[in-house]
DNA sequence: TTGTAAGCGTTATCAG
DNA sequence: CTGATAACGCTTACAA
């Protein structure tokens, strides 16, 4: 039973003025309507006493607008700690967007079983979403399929490039190139480098800002030094971390292009006894949870919730732009390194 | 612009049939009208061939219900490591939820700018939500409300017990038991406890079967291996690790009330250069992020995955008993001890 | 078996 | 400023 909630009809009564005179009151339509001070406060003091909220639905329906926008996350794992950035990212997004009037309905593989591509858009498209907000998708159809709905599109982080929508991603360079002074401040020369793979230009833009900032450091890493990976796990951090051990001279410091893969990273220092930060300087990339790990780990801090505020600002132009092509806006947001306690300077030894 | 899809006019249009008879083929509905299987067919083409997918803001306009049910969870801050139960039970309750045809509307400070408990209301009967589930209620009058209106609540792991609703809640004792066991088995007998408060029954019970497991196996602990704590933080798990310490006879195993403590235990310990299970056995409750840690930390977890299956069960139950005031039944759930590799027979030096 | 018509709560329009 | 009225897309009696 939906219990019944008072209707504006009922607000309208209680007032005693028109229905039209509590819609245009109660979401200050710029309507040619003008309603005097009073009757204003006395439909507002209507719609209190009767714990007036307005038919989201019902205004969908009329409105042809949901205020509802998808967010579309990417996902292998169905645990947080696998994949944190989605959650936080979804987080953001959802307080960003609400005070904004918007709402956030959150889908992945996850949480919806979906039997293919197209239930995804049957189900958005059944909640009459007003736009789509991508994060990582998986393939150019998935975007493509919304952008040929007329909908707005927006992408995060890793956007299919091909697919010309406004994006919000971020550029690693600052954030890598503070990692890399630092680390040679504190007198490393023999820096590896651990990534996640380079399947999307955003990973693969870990490892060019690596080399690129170690080259200006003169520091002529040795191509064993230099680890692509090929997946972000605990698993590839650990294994990679082993490979570099066994190395006749190891790296004093590393740089971890996730804080995923620092687990691993971790795990296999613990294992070989190997000491954070006396033995053996650790940055990671991402700082989601970096903080939380013994030691805290020095870390590259992606700037997430910025990022959510961004997209709902393109996503809300978007949908206000209303078929106006808009230019696809791509925003470049910023890194910079959080110093804790997982770098020191280089046993003097060998 | 709400690009106009394709309505359910549309299909039974193109399928040269009613509307009515489109509604009765796509929902399945129960009505004594017959189709015969040749239309059917024809109606079922048309709809995919459309791309139709029904508007849900009409239907639940029209059926009088949305099929969302609230969720609302508990949250101090906003940092998902901290809190990481509320989003895996989001999560699983958004994938049960979707498999019988809900929708979850997440909703949390952290999310919602409330100024105070009447936007929360407010929102949720906006989108005119069928129930609501709490996680961790801050409050009786927070649930109460939802009460008064009529909607079927359903509470978790820690409920406000002195409303009557149905419960999900989950039993500490089998997981602490085995972990007692296992620990005794393995040779210690100073094992000492450390809680994240007693502010609820749920937290104080955790001491209390750790109590009681130790006096089944006549460990005799001291006081002051018994922490019970006062939140549930890294800082507090920090703290109360230095505590213990501290002692003149330290203990040998630690039990940590949850994920998070542990991370702060870890702290300490990794700064006391202590060394996990070599020199101290740690077990901790949770299983959230706990194999994810260096060593992988041996764990009692909690089954949220079911917890979210039973209350959306017992959800989907209150809102079709609809009105029938159903008993408040109280579902309790089991835990169980994971193991891995944090723990160790004691040293034999004293 | 199929079609018709009413109505869910809103907002917009248009004449008073 | 008010008051009717229509319409958004859908479901469901009820009539054909």
New binding site residues.
């Given amino acids: 039973m939906r219990s ?1 909630s008072a ?3 009922d607000v309208a009564r209680r007032a005693g ?5 509590v ?1 245009v009151v ?2 200050g ?1 710029r ?1 040619n ?4 001070e009073e ?1 204003r406060q006395r439909i507002l003091a209507a719609a209190t006493e009767l714990g ?1 909220s ?2 989201l639905a ?2 969908s ?4 607008q949901s205020r509802i926008v998808g967010y579309v996350r990417r996902s292998f794992s169905s645990i947080v700690y696998e994949q944190p950035i989605p959650y936080q990212i979804g987080t953001s997004l959802t307080r960003t967007a609400q005070k904004r009037g918007y709402h956030i309905i959150e889908v992945s593989a996850e949480t919806h079983a979906f039997q293919d591509r197209k239930d995804l858009l049957q189900l958005l498209l059944s909640h009459r979403v007003d736009g789509v907000i991508f994060d990582w998708p998986s393939s150019e159809s998935e975007v493509q399929q919304f952008v040929d709905e007329g909908l707005p599109v927006v992408q995060l982080i890793r956007p299919q490039f091909s697919i010309k929508t406004p994006c919000v991603t971020i550029d690693p360079s600052q954030g890598i190139n503070e990692a890399l002074d630092y680390l040679v401040h504190q007198g490393h020369r023999r820096i590896a480098f651990i990534g996640g793979g380079v399947s999307h230009p955003v990973d693969s833009s870990r490892l060019d800002n690596f080399v690129q900032a170690s080259t200006r450091h003169k520091l002529a890493i040795p191509e064993e030094y230099l680890l692509p990976g090929t997946q972000y796990s605990l698993a590839e951090g650990y294994r990679l971390t082993n490979t570099l051990l066994a190395l006749a001279t190891p790296p004093t410091a590393l740089f971890v292009a996730s804080d995923i893969l620092v687990l691993g990273v971790l795990r296999a220092l613990y294992q070989a006894r190997i000491r954070v930060p006396e033995e053996m300087s650790v940055i990671s990339y991402d700082d989601t949870f970096a903080a939380y790990l013994s030691p805290p780990l020095t870390s590259v801090s992606q700037p997430f919730e910025e990022v959510a505020e961004r997209a709902i600002a393109l996503m809300i132009e978007g949908i206000m732009s209303n078929g106006t092509v808009q230019e696809a806006i791509h925003v470049v947001l910023p890194t910079h390194l959080t110093m804790r306690e997982s770098t020191a300077s280089p046993r003097r030894k060998m």
């Fill in positions: 019944r209707t504006s009809n003025v028109s229905r039209a005179a819609s109660l979401n339509s309507s309507v003008r309603v005097s009757t007036y307005p038919d019902a205004q329906l009329r409105r042809g």
